[in-house]
């Protein structure tokens, strides 16, 4: 398992519904809308000395993804960075962190899923822990295509970034089952679409390639990757791709808060060759490494 136990989360303090409490106290009610339905939004934010990585870009999908919902009260945008600020005071953390953000439909009147049973308001949850970038960079990753496919807009838009994670939750447990590190999601059509928790990039002929972000998630770090791209005038397309095409590309790599930047090694048990020695995901990454603290946001 990549992630571990650190007791340094042990006496951690969570923002909960406008209170910093202890962790072991830290709870909402068997009537919030997240445990009836899963009817919640969320973002991953990573801390480093320079502060928040990309906070207002995180925060506008999470409005974004609170109004394709109709969530009614939401808080705005600065006393979401005053309740991020305060969770991180009190825990004194000022890097190496990811804070978990989460935005429920509140507390119901009632058990049920119809939104109108919700009047008090979203319940906004502030989880900031002691954790480093979850992949080992420097081995990458092992990928398997798994069964099920990413949601496609007709069924859930996967530009909703929700709490209802069973879709990618399902991915997971089949490359758990295979013993690999990530599970590979193609979307309705059979096109590669990400990994169940990154995004995918793949480079070929000193071209970079990335899926169309109809099923996957639109990342912040994938969108970033692709400004980087730009910058450093590397062509860069994004268009429907097979698995075939991911098997024989030269580098392969995910994107995500989760690990920055990750090689990916093998998918589906092809090595991936790595003709260009990761010539261009170490020449974008410098780049990423140089820009994070532009990116990045003091409280
Ligand atoms: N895809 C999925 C399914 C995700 O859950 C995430 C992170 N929440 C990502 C990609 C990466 O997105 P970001 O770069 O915004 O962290």
């Known amino acids: 398992m990549l992630q571990k136990y650190n007791p340094k989360n042990d006496d951690i303090y969570v923002h909960v519904a406008g209170r910093l409490v202890h962790r072991d106290n830290a709870k909402v009610s068997v009537f919030d809308s997240s445990v009836q339905g899963g009817d919640a939004v969320w973002e991953g934010l990573r801390v480093y000395k320079q502060g928040i990585f990309c906070l207002d870009r995180h925060l506008d999908r999470l409005f974004a993804s609170a109004k394709a919902l109709m969530f009614d009260n939401v808080p705005d945008r600065p006393s979401i960075k005053k309740a991020i600020a305060e969770t991180l005071a009190k825990n004194n953390m000022d890097e190496n962190c990811h804070i978990r953000l989460t935005l429920t439909r509140g507390e119901k009147i009632t058990s049920g899923m119809d939104p109108r049973l919700n009047n008090k308001g979203c319940t906004l949850?502030?989880?900031?822990?002691?954790?480093a970038p979850v992949y080992d960079n420097s081995k990458g990753i092992k990928v398997i295509?798994?069964?099920?496919?990413?949601?496609?807009?007709?069924?859930?838009?996967?530009?909703?970034?929700?709490?209802?994670?069973?879709?990618?939750?399902?991915?997971?447990?089949?490359?758990?089952?295979?013993?690999?590190?990530?599970?590979?999601?193609?979307?309705?059509?059979g096109f590669v679409s990400e990994l169940n928790g990154t995004n995918l990039f793949m480079v070929k002929n000193n071209t970079l390639y990335t899926p169309h972000a109809e099923a996957c998630l639109p990342g912040i770090t994938r969108g970033l990757i692709i400004e980087i791209a730009n910058e450093l005038k590397i062509?860069?397309?994004?268009?429907?791709?097979?698995?075939?095409?991911?098997?024989?590309?030269?580098?392969?790599?995910?994107?995500?808060?989760?690990?920055?930047?990750?090689?990916?090694?093998?998918?589906?048990?092809?090595?991936?060759?790595?003709?260009?020695?990761?010539?261009?995901?170490?020449?974008?990454?410098?780049?990423?490494?140089?820009?994070?603290?532009?990116?990045?946001?003091?409280?």
């Open 125 to 131: 949850i502030v989880l900031a822990e002691w954790k």
């Open 235 to 299: 062509p860069v397309k994004e268009k429907n791709l097979s698995l075939t095409e991911f098997y024989n590309a030269d580098e392969v790599f995910a994107t995500g808060t989760m690990g920055e930047l990750t090689p990916v090694v093998e998918i589906d048990g092809r090595k991936i060759e790595n003709r260009s020695g990761k010539r261009m995901l170490e020449n974008i990454y410098k780049t990423f490494i140089k820009i994070i603290p532009v990116y990045c946001e003091k409280l």
């Open 145 to 189: 295509s798994c069964a099920i496919r990413r949601n496609a807009p007709q069924f859930l838009d996967s530009k909703i970034h929700h709490n209802n994670l069973l879709n990618n939750i399902l991915a997971k447990i089949q490359a758990n089952v295979a013993g690999k590190d990530a599970a590979l999601m193609l979307d309705e059509a």
